[in-house]
């Protein structure tokens, strides 16, 4: 963290990004939301796109020509950017290495699931980002944690829906009775 702070480009700071972004991901791959993985299919990562730029042109439009600073896309993707000397690179190796540089290869908009703009605005203070991971300790440490995990899958009752109405106790007597006698 320190490092990116320390830099005055903004064009200098994506390499620290894309290399936190990707170590955030890999984290999470263990992660299992409702019996699926995170972040298995697609094998997800932030690659650098700077000063690359992506050409397209969607149900016979017109050509769009964007040059995002950074993108997420697949492993296959990054692969195929990458060149042919790493077509059978794994994950870490991708994530950690070449998706800090410019891609040897342009992307295609098909490959982006998700454009990235960095924006430096001015130089970031050592002193208050250690401070704001001091305070950050102090109010994780204070919130109690619930004795029992949450439960996130879909609720196996099922509802009832049937079609006729049921008159209910709120209605005027009059109706009920008339929906009951039918």
């Known amino acids: 963290m320190s490092n990116s702070c320390k830099r005055d480009l903004e064009v200098d700071r994506y390499e620290h990004f894309v290399a936190a972004a990707n170590e955030s991901l890999k984290m999470l791959k263990p992660l ?10 697609l094998d997800v990562l ?16 017109p050509l769009t ?10 492993m296959h ?13 794994n994950w870490q190796q991708i ?11 342009r992307f295609q908009w098909y490959d982006v699931l998700c454009a990235i703009e960095l924006q430096h605005i001015a130089k970031i203070d050592e002193g208050d980002v ?3 991971c001091q305070q950050r ?7 109690p944690v619930p004795p029992h995990p949450v439960k996130t899958g ?3 009752k099922k509802r009832n829906m049937s079609s006729e109405s049921m008159p209910s106790a709120a209605e005027h007597p009059a109706k009920r009775a008339k929906s009951e006698s039918l």
């Not at 299992?32 to 299919?41: D, F, H, S, T, Y």
């Not at 020509?65 to 697949?74: G, Q």
């Not at 994530?95 to 290869?105: C, D, G, I, K, R």
Request: net charge negative; charged share 20%; proline share 10%.
């Open 137 to 143: 300790s102090v109010i994780m440490t204070t919130i």
């Open 77 to 89: 993707s990054a692969r195929r950017a990458a060149g042919p000397p790493l077509a059978s690179a």
């Open 46 to 61: 932030f690659h650098r796109n700077d000063p690359k730029e992506i050409y397209g042109s969607g149900n016979n439009g």
């Open 130 to 132: 250690d401070a704001l």
């Open 95 to 105: 994530a950690s290495e070449v998706a800090l540089e410019q891609p040897h290869y």
């Open 65 to 74: 020509e964007r040059k995002p600073d950074l993108i997420v896309t697949s």
């Open 32 to 41: 299992v939301v409702q019996g699926r993985g995170a972040n298995i299919e």
């Open 154 to 156: 879909p609720n196996p």
